[in-house]
């Protein structure tokens, strides 16, 4: 098939679409994606009855009931899927909006040429040996996706299993949906193609309706990013839960992020990557305590996208989004029959912020009643079972009457309800049976008319039974599986919507030029002796001229080159003072004994600096720029860390912490993602553990925050200003004792490639 | 019903038992608990047809085909169970085994008199309203076990659900046992009854086997420790699992577990009470630092028992350690069909240190030629769904193949397999259900073979449905609830292995009076002034020379009483010195300002002294013993805390971590119940964040860990000497500098009832 053939396209008219769009945005934005998402008619190309893939897509559809024609095509075979194929695309006999291909690799593009003269405008490819087969891989995915561009074909793939979008009921999807798989809010995007069976396997299982799910494959042309952005724009989507391997364009997944926040549709991301094995190593602290991981953890919270580690965290965290209302604030009351179940409600709430207050007085009296005479109403609440001595005709139990209760508690923010039990299967007894219904349809009516949120959850994660979803959610009730995965989940919640509205985007990684003044800075260094791709430390000399060039105080020091110069320093600045090895070969000093610290004469000073100088020598013959000598900080001040490195996908990340020997030990680091302003670096302070130290605790001096503050942005500016160039920057220790602040060392790593 | 009606019991001779047995030890070891928990015939009181419970228990019988009668026993109904019921126990026409006692709180000693008189050894009491319902329950329920033990009757509860024995089909349990529960390796005992239904419902649902279950109740008799001890000695018990809420004999417990260990049976443990609100205020930081909760870790880690913070964890754990071998290491191969898994795998498995070596190159040979051409075959290893676009006859996949590979693979400890995938429910084509089945049992004999353990998981926590838990478990294979249970189940498993035998028995909380020395040593403060139950704490200088007495070097020190003298007292020690205030009033110091540090001069101290007095007096007014004046301990050398601390469930407490300001803000404290060895503080130690600083990173000199860890075994005699009176010993900080130790500071907490 050649571009020739493009001429007469039988179907276009028919599908009554225009002339096929070219650009990125025209083929993967959320108006696209919203037909793409939710074709009438599919053909799938090279369907087989030997396929298990081709047998999965026909079951997909029969499965979501989809009502438009499921067309195979095939070039040799006389009957799939129970009906005579169509020979090719070009013989079509009746239109189709999308092209589910599942020839081999080498077939592909003539498939796409195929689709083109047809008129259809959205294909899915299945094939792999594409980006994840190296080198030529990839520019057989340039190819296809510019192929697909050129004829204005959406293209989902290639190495991608499809999608399931439940609310339009269409499913080219080459696994399987589970049966009675509901619809519902939550939006699924998945990096991993194989992984959405477990996930429509758990989602079935815990009644967790779904909207779209997309596996992403290759993403050659629509990206996480897009997918992110319709599924914002996808008005059945409450929720949005995503399997993240890597995000690719950290900016326009950004953007989309920033948009769900606005319109308050939450996002869940199970990234992986967590594991330090990929993690690279670093020169800096910084490039130390801002890991891979560390960064990502950060870019995602300034997103106000939730962050999980599981499965099964991620969609019950959806699903309590996605159905149970926003709770206002963190003050929970609990009801259960079973004082375990009570302690484990306890200390789960308790490792995410929850609180659990007393119950109100009046809460208390309504609920008495329903209690063993003389029990206390404490909360959580175990009901016990002792209404189940005797036969009752009323279908409400203790713990209802206890919920009507709660709800109207004024110290409560939301309730969690932990006694929706049913019976696996209808019971044998309709008296029973309509007991049973009679209570969940009247908790389905107490949630619905109750004026805070009520969350139903399981004691543990088990299946609810097809007699338990379909009874529970007809009524609108949709318990969470299991104390421990619930209580996470409101965790999550709670933390999201206290996020709301804080969302920052990034700036995400600068590529331009150096600046003027960035040229002008790298005078210090000999750049023409670097090579590309090489990391090149700066001496401490150069560091801190930088630095201060940028308004950063940096501590006084005199660069000496012999003991006899250092000891007129010294006397010049006042005893006690630090010698250090000034070069830029030597980035760890105090490793190969080449800082002294606390001299108290100028005999101590002489005979450091010869060591010094020595030890210098050894350790970088000919690169030794000579010794600084600086004042001793006292034992009063707290020593911080403060850097900022470039992070290969999110741009440049600030680190600050404590710093000094307790950096690398004890890893207490706040991390953003660039650019933040002057009170976000005040909540990064804030969120130190050795805040207490900051704040003056055991009768130090009070730390000037503002002015801490102040520095940070002042190195911000510096950091930026060394453009694509910039490794990393760093000041550790930046010492603080009350309102005076001094850069006590600094570091700068710069990559090769800055001429 | 009187005692004089014991005369003549008449199924006594009929049951063919000896004589009642009377002591505790007789009445609850192992041996007579084994008969206990497998009653065969079991009498019901007060069931009737209309009790929930006694429905229950009819219905758990015929859940577990029990194979004895079951014999209700109402003085009033005509037919209970579809038969006559007993009138009471006296009139019962065949012996039973064990009375399940259902009647109200207040005829339950009745019954128990009708018991003995029946010659029954067992009996279980639903009733509550005992230790739950204050002191005069607790009173009742004393009455109620000395009662029985008067009998000879062994006594599981009150306020309990009873119990279910899988290998012995009996389940007087007043809750559902879910249908196709299976028998098993895994023994329960729950210290919270209606947590029993969430328990065996997610057992149920994960095919994973119960040996026997029991709930606790209120422990009048019976104990958890007790159960602990029964299920060790149960040979078809492999694995314990226990829901705690609180450790009431703390040294059986430890007896139980110790044993449990040394026969390699491992205990998992659900221990509720993590939450802070719980946990006493403390007046040190040993005791903020050793929390209870943080000395339940400690105290369980150091009996080997693993604690776990979910019943789907505890259950996913039990099932790990019961069905899948015991791993001699942590290197892991990972076999799946989803690289989404294999990122998932990996980011867990890194969580909890497990490694995931290359496979060997002969296992790549063989691998290769399952997988798609040109991929490489890494660890973890996706084998992809590529073969599932042809047709195949051959039951197994590539993933199996790669199992076979694997597991020969002398560079791994163990094979973690996500790769059971099996249809719902049988397929109707009977070719496809034997291609299933046909794998399954290869898959199963494959395992049993194997020279390493292989562990089956699947993908996520979903349940196995009827069909599949009977084809799996009929071939032995179990696999765990999804990837993050499991390999958080496999973290637990391998630190459970590399635990064992090294466990440590508890010494318990003394009660004994205070030694000779003790009371000696008490001669310091004034005992006759403090109030029973009232914390008191000792001035600085006391608990110095209480120290000193055991040998823990203390930093020289003097005490004076005034400006000037503490200027003499300067001179003689050498400037730079330390003030404190010395009070046994004033125990944070530094909070008033009678802490002065670095003073270098005589005026300077002077000065400072004066303000310490004054500080002093505002704060204590006539409860200043002085100022110590003590030279100043430099920048160099590292700030230790250590501590013990009294307990009221396990005992003394040791407490070492990062200490001066550090303390608090950081919390790196490392904790054991005692007794412990010099070796065992060398491991604390090692445990330390800040294990780099004493071990000389940056260019400091490394501490003398041997003798940190004698000074801290001083410490420890010093606190063990102080007997029952003892609240907190503390040492904060302990300075070290290489071989250079000294407490710089020094304080004791003792209880009032010293006198």
Known sequence: MRAADLTAPPHHEVAGRSAAPRSRAELTGPARLASFFAPRSVAVVGASDTSAWARFVAASARAVAFAGPLIPVHPLHKTVFGITPARSLRELTEPADLA???????????????????????????????????????????????????????????????????????????????????????????????LASAVLGFARSRAIGVSTLVTLGNEAMITASDVLEYLVADERTEVIALFLEQIGDAVSFARAAMKADRLGKPIVALKAGSSPAGQRAALSHTGALAGDDAVVNAALRQLNVIRVTSIEELLTTAALLGYCGRPRGRRMGALTASGGACDLIADRASAVGIEIPPFAEAT???????????????????????????????????????????????????????????????????????????????????????????????????????????LLTRRGVHPLGGIDLGVRALGHALDWAEGRGKASAWAGRRTEAPSMWHRRSLGHIDATSMRPDESSCWSENEARELLAGFGVPVVPAELVDSPDAAAHAAARIGF??????????????????????????????????????????????????????????????????????????????????????????????????????????GRMLGELRGLPLLRGARGRTPADLEAVADVIMRLCAAARHLGPALGAVEVNPLWVNGDHIEALDASIVTEGNIR
């Not at 991608?160 to 519902?184: I, K, S």
């Not at 709660?406 to 309730?415: H, K, Q, W, Y």
């Not at 080449?594 to 020595?614: H, M, N, P, R, Y």
């Not at 999110?650 to 953003?672: Q, T």
């Open 100 to 194: 589910f291909i599942l020839v081999p690799q080498s077939a592909v593009e003539d498939v796409l040429d195929e689709a083109a003269w047809a008129g259809i405008h959205g294909a899915i490819v299945l094939a792999s040996e594409y980006r994840e087969a190296g080198p030529a891989g990839q520019a057989h995915q340039e190819r296809l996706a510019a192929r697909a561009a050129a004829h204005g074909i959406t293209l989902l793939g290639p190495n991608c299993l499809g999608f399931v979008n439940m609310h339009a009921a269409v499913a080219p999807f080459a696994l399987t949906v589970p049966p009675q798989l509901q619809a519902g809010p939550v939006g699924i995007a998945l990096q991993s193609g194989a």
């Open 364 to 470: 208390k009296a309504s609920i008495a009643p329903h209690l063993p005479p003389g029990l206390e109403v404490p909360n959580p609440l175990d009901v016990t079972g002792h209404f189940l001595a005797d036969r009752r005709d009323d279908p409400l139990t203790p713990i209802d009457h206890a919920l009507d209760a709660a709800v109207a508690d004024p110290g409560l923010d939301f309730v969690l309800f932990c006694g929706v039990t049913l019976p696996e299967a209808r019971p044998p007894s309709e008296a029973i049976a309509y007991l049973a219904e009679e209570r969940v349809t009247w908790i389905g009516e107490r949630i619905a008319s109750a004026p805070i949120p009520v969350i139903p959850v399981s004691t543990v994660c088990v299946d609810l039974t097809e007699y338990q979803r379909g």
């Open 576 to 681: 006690p003072v630090a010698l250090k090895v000034c070069s830029s070969q030597i980035p760890h000093k105090s490793d190969i004994g080449a800082v002294a610290l606390g001299l108290g004469t100028a005999e101590e000073v002489k005979a450091s600096c010869a060591q010094i100088l020595a030890a210098g020598e050894r350790a970088a013959a000919g690169h030794v720029e000579g010794v600084l000598v600086a004042p001793m900080r006292g034992a009063a001040g707290i020593e911080l860390l403060a850097g900022v490195k470039a992070d290969p996908v999110f741009g440049l990340v600030l680190a600050v912490g404590l710093g000094g020997i307790w950096a690398e030990v004890l890893g207490d680091v706040s991390l953003r993602v660039l650019p933040v302003d002057h009170e976000e670096v």
